[in-house]
């Protein structure tokens, strides 16, 4: 939706940023370019007063943001997962923000449901309670199913805020294009695709369905993980805008009191929650990124119980592969070794000193080696990582940057139920694990069984495909050097040979 309503939306929170203080906040944390700068005071100073006051007691920032409303909380959220482009300092601000607002009606609640699943509450469930949680994009109620009196989790979309999200996201995109335009150095950090990073991740969180897809893929993915537990979904009474899980019973991971009460071990949770964690990124490539304390739990049983799916982290193979071998050459002090993986992966350009990179790699990990246990942090190694890979001309990675911010969260989950826990040593097995089965010759064997299946999956292809090629070489070649015509054919059935080979070869050994 492009029209004056954008130029009216920056205005007013420009103006909300100058009225709260958090402009000078900003510009300074950005390093804004003078030309930006002055733009921010034109459009803040004069209209100061059209700004939102916000709450006092807030610091600059996240009072400016959380009077601006739910989507600006929301791309808050996500900044904070961009300290490139925020700097550090305001990432770490931003992710003490509160995704709460006050709760919405229950009888629109009820008829939201209504209207998604063609079916009255009253003959879904039993019970249906007054909303027990409220965010900005959706709230949850405590019912009991009518066929079986299971208690279960309703989340349902606030009303209208599909189109309140809209509304606000094309201002952002408006808005990254006016950065883009005055300020051709802010371009490197690519304003346009932050906000199309926040559009997409909002556009799944519209969708519950999306979420419920994912809670559904992350508990088969963990379902033999023992001490970590996910809701089922029920897929029948779920919708769009409403989705059902099973109930977790439990004490929240920040209340301290009623886990000491409940008698379980909180130096285990720590090390369970940071292994977890781990194993998750590295083993599956899909981790839940939004592990923060309101969305975990510990049962009864003294399980940790995963709530609030909406964000989640992919990981691919090779990213898994180079990421393990980086934090294990750290923890091994094998800094030559991590410098060879980012070159091998190309992450750092091959016109780069690879020994100096190492010496750059060194400053960073022994600092932080030479601190006690209970103070290293792997979060804190993986931020001064970028920092010297940004030097060296890596290019930014979002998915290394979002895991990098839930390290960051989870350490500080793991911390806070034990604070003299060593980061290493709970960590340590999980990647060597993981290495072992990933890399080396069973990793390579493996990888060569892959191949094969993939390979042979072309099988009924291959006659035709010979058939083809020698005619084509026919035709195309009817000079007397008639032994050439047969050279790219005879790679090809060499080549295939070799695919059969490896297709028997991994029958044998699967």
Known sequence: MRGPHNIWRLIRTA???????????????????????????????PFRWLGYEGDPNLPPVTRAITALGPSYVKLGQILSTRPDFVGGDLALQLRVLQDKLPPFPTDQARAMIERDLEVPVDVLFSEFSEP?????????????????????????????????????????YFGARVIEFLSPTARRLRPMDVI???????QQELDL??????????????????????????????????????????????????????????????????QMFLRHALRDGYFHADMHQGNLKVAPNGDIVALDFGIMGRLDEYT???????????????????????????YVPADRDIDQFAQALRAVGEPIFGMDASRISMGRLLAYLFEVTERFGMETRTELILLQRTMVVVEGVARTLNPHMNIWQAAGPEVERYIAGNLGPRAVI????????????????????????????????????????????????????ATLAGTLLAGWLG
């Open 15 to 45: 103006g909300t940023f100058e009225r709260t203080g958090a402009m000078d906040v900003v510009l300074d944390q950005l390093d804004a370019p003078r030309e930006l700068r002055i733009a921010a005071r034109i459009l803040g100073w």
């Open 209 to 274: 369905r999306t979420e419920a897809a994912a809670a559904g893929e992350f508990k088969a993915n963990t379902a033999r993980d023992d001490g970590f537990n996910v809701p089922g979904v029920e897929w029948g009474l779920s919708g769009r805008a409403v989705m059902t899980l099973d109930w977790a019973e439990g004490s929240q991971m920040a209340d301290l009191a009623a886990i000491d009460a409940a008698g379980h071990d909180r130096a285990a949770l720590a090390d369970r929650v940071l």
């Open 320 to 346: 898994r592969r180079v990421y393990a071998e980086i934090l294990m050459g750290f923890i091994r002090k094998d800094y030559r070794r991590v410098a060879e993986v980012h070159f091998e992966a190309g």
């Open 132 to 172: 027990v949680a409220a965010a900005s994009i959706a709230q949850v109620h405590m019912a009991r199913l009518a066929s079986d009196n299971r208690k279960v989790a309703v989340k349902v979309l606030r009303p209208g805020i599909a189109k309140a999200f809209q509304k606000d996201i094309d201002a952002f």
């Open 446 to 497: 493996k990888d060569l069984m892959r191949t094969a299946q993939v390979l042979a999956r072309f099988g009924p292809h291959l006659p035709q495909a010979v058939e083809d090629a020698l005619r084509g070489k026919d035709r195309a070649d009817p000079s007397p050097r008639r032994n050439a015509r047969w050279v790219g054919p005879a790679w090809f059935v060499a080549g295939m040979g």
């Open 196 to 202: 199309q990073h926040f559009d997409m991740t909002v």
